[in-house]
């Protein structure tokens, strides 16, 4: 069983368009995170949510609206695609955001290509 | 605010040597600190962490130890195997408020036969 899952796995689209990535988790966990990762392999926070309310929101375009459903899904809109989205973008849980509780448990990725 | 150095890459060694990833950060506080894996084509896997100083991670032969003293999670295997070929990144999560992972830039190992 796939503990976070996101869908697609890859995705090709045009400068400008709209398009969402999605995010499951099986875990039971109450804290959900959007990573991106650059070219260069580095990582960093978007979002995170915690029991469906949003809680951390670092300086990511508007463009960018994450919304979730309930507890176990965290889904990604982007608006108006840039070349400069192109990266992998990860999903990660935790049990919750607490001391001890926040060991993080990352999908498998998206690798979005603006073209 | 909160930063994490990890040596640049890539480490290239031959299968059975010693390896070590040097990994510094800079927190207010008591941060936790990990070493995550992501194989080709993968996501991130937790490799190991430790929670307060002198306190080792340990798991698939790697071990860390968190020292305060000089605000570093160095990580170490005695013996690397070709499998091991990965990129390792360093992370801190802050323990008050609403604690994020802080990575480091990621070190990308690979092992030759």
């Known amino acids: 069983d796939t503990a976070v899952s996101q869908t697609p796995k890859y995705l090709v689209t045009q400068m400008g368009n709209d398009k969402s990535i999605k995010c499951e988790q099986n875990?039971?966990?109450?804290?959900m995170y959007w990573y991106k990762q650059d070219s260069k392999k580095f990582l960093k926070i978007m979002f995170s949510?915690?029991?469906?309310?949003?809680?951390i929101n670092e300086t990511v375009p508007n463009r960018f609206s994450p919304k979730s459903p309930d507890k176990a899904h965290l889904n990604l809109h982007i608006n108006s695609l840039e070349l400069g989205d192109s990266a992998v973008y990860f999903c990660?849980?935790?049990?919750?955001?607490?001391?001890?509780?926040?060991?993080?448990?990352f999908g498998p990725g998206t690798r979005l290509t603006v073209l | 605010g909160d930063s994490v150095t990890q040596m640049e890459g890539p480490v290239t060694l031959s299968e059975e040597a010693f390896l070590t990833i040097n990994c510094t950060y800079t927190?207010?506080?008591?941060?936790?600190l990990f070493w995550y894996v992501q194989y080709p084509g993968e996501g991130l896997q937790l490799l190991l962490k430790?929670?307060?100083?002198?306190d080792k991670g340990s798991n698939k032969g790697f071990e860390a130890t968190y020292r305060k003293e000089t605000t570093s999670f160095h990580l170490e295997k005695g013996s690397v195997q070709v499998s091991d070929s990965a990129v390792y990144f360093c992370?801190?999560?802050?323990?008050?408020?609403?604690?994020?992972?802080?990575f480091g830039k990621g070190t990308m190992l690979l092992v030759s036969p």
């Open positions: 990660a849980s935790s049990q919750d955001h607490r001391v001890g509780y926040n060991e993080q448990f």
């Open positions: 875990l039971g966990h109450d804290t």
């Open positions: 949510y915690n029991n469906k309310e949003l809680i």
């Open positions: 927190a207010t506080g008591y941060p936790s």
């Open positions: 430790a929670t307060k100083a002198d």
């Open positions: 992370a801190l999560s802050t323990n008050s408020g609403y604690s994020t992972l802080t």
